[in-house]
Nanobody, 117 residues
Framework: QVQLVESGGGLVQAGGSLRLSCAASGSIFSINSMGWYRQAPGKQRELVAR???????IYADSVKGRFTISRGNAKNTVYLQMNSLKPEDTAVYYC???????????WGQGTQVTVSS
């Protein structure tokens, strides 16, 4: 059994910052990658950022230069530092972990990020 718990969401004014955290626990022996996704009202869920076990990162074009994904010293943790937030960043943010094997990805319950104008 694998569980992911997100934290750090909240309400912030445009131009502000938030730091999201995600911790995975359970029967985890290795991790291929971890990432953050978001879903805004009326929109499809989209990739925000992802980091591999080797430290390679990718970002959505809309957040490049503003968001930074990183892994903690405990490798089953991942963070998303969000700076210069915009109202269009408002969404539910979900943590995802990809484990070895087929059908082996898991999702957190999501944390709400609201950016006011």
């Amino acid at each position: 059994q694998v569980q992911l718990v997100e934290s750090g969401g909240g309400l912030v004014q445009a131009g502000g910052s938030l730091r999201l955290s995600c911790a995975a626990s359970g029967s985890i022996f290795s991790i291929n990658s971890m990432g953050w996704y978001r879903q805004a009202p009326g929109k499809q869920r989209e990739l925000v950022a992802r980091i591999s076990g080797g430290g390679y990162t990718i970002y959505a074009d809309s957040v490049k230069g503003r968001f930074t994904i990183s892994r903690g010293n405990a490798k089953n943790t991942v963070y998303l530092q969000m700076n210069s937030l915009k109202p269009e960043d408002t969404a539910v943010y979900y943590c995802n972990v990809d484990l070895p094997g087929i059908r082996s990805d898991y999702w957190g319950q999501g944390t709400q990020v609201t950016v006011s104008s």
